[in-house]
């Protein structure tokens, strides 16, 4: 089992649609954990972080994460074509070390 | 300060050459991170730094690499005798650790290599 396990995608989602990307984890003592963005040739770019059960709002972004389940997503409102993009979810394992799941490729279809 | 910079931006270079990447993390952090991603895949990690000392190693990363940060700040990140399984993305971030559970890594633009 990987430690941080994401399904590949392609997420296809029309423009205006929210994207629900979802993260699970193996590590049950992971307490923060990261949604970051990559486009094709780029390096990742962090869009959030969140540490505490719950949602977490950021303009357009949503993170919720749940430890119990050991789950963790990223919800993108009123989805843009810019928004087109693998999305990486992180987590900070026992051993201090960020592990990143394979991506999420997302598709914003105008 | 801009962000974590990270030079070349592409190296291209033939099986059994030695190649040397370097990254300046944003000025005021205090951990440098070194990892690899090849193409489909999450960026791996390899190595960091807290200010001049290493203090982890990936199991996977072989004898052939080797990381410094001499002063606390730039690091560099050496491979001898390149193979062609070494041709990936070689990502640098930093951030500032304060001891508690908000660190969070800003990666550099990484360097692409090629073996051939």
């Known amino acids: 089992q990987k430690e941080v396990e994401q399904n590949s995608g392609p997420l296809s989602v029309p423009e205006g649609a929210i994207a629900s990307l979802n993260c699970t984890y193996s590590d049950r003592v992971s307490q923060s954990f990261f949604w970051y963005r990559q486009y094709s040739g780029k390096s990742p770019e962090l869009i959030m972080s969140?540490?505490?059960?719950g949602d977490k709002e950021d303009g357009r972004f949503t993170a919720q994460l749940n430890k119990a389940s050991q789950y963790v997503s990223l919800l993108i409102r009123d989805s843009q074509p810019s928004d087109s993009a693998t999305y990486l979810c992180?987590?900070?394992?026992?051993?201090?070390?960020?592990?990143f799941g394979g991506g999420t490729r997302l598709m914003v279809k105008p | 300060d801009t962000g974590v910079s990270q030079d070349p931006r592409h190296k291209i270079t033939k099986r059994g050459q030695n190649v040397t990447f370097r990254c300046d993390p944003i000025?005021?952090?205090?951990?440098l991170y070194w990892y690899r991603q090849t193409l489909g895949q999450g960026p791996e990690f390899l190595t960091y730094f807290q200010n001049e000392a290493q203090l982890e190693k990936s199991r996977l990363l072989s004898d052939r690499f080797s990381a410094e940060r001499p002063k606390g700040s730039f690091s560099t990140l050496e491979i001898q005798r390149t193979e062609q399984g070494d041709s990936a993305m070689y990502l640098c971030a930093s951030s500032f650790w304060q001891g508690w559970i908000g660190e969070t890594q800003y990666f550099g633009p990484g360097t692409r290599l090629l073996v051939l």
């Open positions: 000025s005021e952090h205090n951990r």
């Open positions: 969140i540490y505490s059960n």
């Open positions: 992180a987590v900070v394992n026992a051993g201090n070390m960020l592990t």
